[in-house]
């Protein structure tokens, strides 16, 4: 009798565990934000009233990331870049994670996720705390950052104007 009841007992169990992962696990992956809806920051975009060549460059979403470059040119030389990513950290949140020449890596969780725009925050980073994009028509782009530096809060805006990536890549 002990054995039929243990072999009960395990048939319910067997029955009723796949029930259960199939019902939590669509609950799961809908609570994760989706990447998707950024998809309007591909391209590649030329910083206006920059030298030729300031490009920032983001690649489609592919494999769960966009990847993009930013490059700073003046008198002819790259003076500045970096490498950014937008992905979803071990928590499912939307993360942008800049990795500045001659800084350290940071990461700054998604707060708002609007129709053609996005922000970013990390209350505890130097500066900027928060970085912000949104789209301006079909070919512009307004970047922006902002926080807090010294106590005094500081904003900077960085206009771009959308190019072909074979222009923007060919620039001096």
């Known amino acids: 009798m002990r054995h039929a009841a243990a072999s009960i007992s395990a048939c319910v169990f067997a029955a009723l565990v796949p029930l259960a992962l199939s019902t939590a696990a669509p609950r799961a992956q809908a609570a994760e934000p989706s990447l998707e809806p950024l998809g309007w920051l591909a391209g590649c975009w030329a910083a206006e009233n920059a030298d030729a060549g300031s490009v920032e460059h983001w690649l489609p979403l592919a494999g769960g990331t966009m990847l993009g470059v930013s490059r700073t040119v003046k008198n002819g030389r790259t003076v500045d870049h970096e490498f950014l990513q937008i992905r979803r ?10 990795m500045p ?34 789209a301006v028509g079909e070919d512009r782009l307004a970047a922006r ?4 530096r010294n106590g005094t809060t500081r904003g900077i805006d960085f206009p771009m104007r959308r190019v072909s990536c074979d222009v923007a890549l060919k620039a001096p």
Not at 110 to 122: L, S
Not at 145 to 148: A, L, N, P, V
């Open 101 to 134: 020449a001659r800084q350290k890596e940071a990461s700054f969780t998604a707060i708002t996720m609007g129709e053609r725009e996005v922000t970013f925050e990390n209350p505890t980073h130097d500066f900027p705390q928060r970085i912000l994009y949104k």
């Open 145 to 148: 950052i902002e926080g807090q």
């Open 89 to 98: 950290d071990a928590e499912g949140r939307v993360v942008y994670v800049a």
